[in-house]
Nanobody
Framework: VQLQASGGGLVQPGGSLRLSCVAS??????????LGWFRQALGKEREFVAA????????YYTDSVKGRFTMSRDNDKNTVYLQMNSLKPEDTAVYYC????????????????????WGEGTLVTVSS
């Protein structure tokens, strides 16, 4: 499974960005996979941001982005999105998407801490 994230860039505080992550693979069935977004700021450990279940019916967010970020998926396009609004300087980081074939809740997936596939990151910089 290959994951390709895009959509990062430079944005002013209070602005918005939408990240995309496209998944592909020879025998890959996107609708069987739970996916998540993670981020890593310079000098810090990677942290969880958001996750979505296989159908898109359930999402899970870290507290610091609740009400500002929305994760969604389009199973016909093998793509997940992260809509980021009201961006803050502390959101500056490289954002990564991850995936695993998993049918439980996204919260349980994060608690298990098992992510089989990772994509290359996309840099988000929030600065005036």
């Amino acid at each position: 499974v290959q994951l390709q994230a895009s959509g990062g860039g430079l944005v002013q505080p209070g602005g918005s960005l939408r990240l995309s992550c496209v998944a592909s693979g020879r025998t890959f069935i996107f609708s069987k996979y739970t996916l998540g977004w993670f981020r890593q700021a310079l000098g810090k450990e990677r942290e969880f941001v958001a996750a979505i279940n296989w159908s898109g019916s359930s999402t899970y967010y870290t507290d610091s982005v609740k009400g500002r970020f929305t994760m969604s998926r389009d199973n016909d396009k093998n793509t997940v999105y992260l809509q980021m609004n009201s961006l803050k300087p502390e959101d500056t980081a490289v954002y990564y998407c991850a995936a695993e074939e998993f049918r439980g809740s996204p919260r349980l997936w994060i608690q298990r801490g098992s992510m089989d596939y990772w994509g290359e990151g996309t840099l988000v910089t929030v600065s005036s």
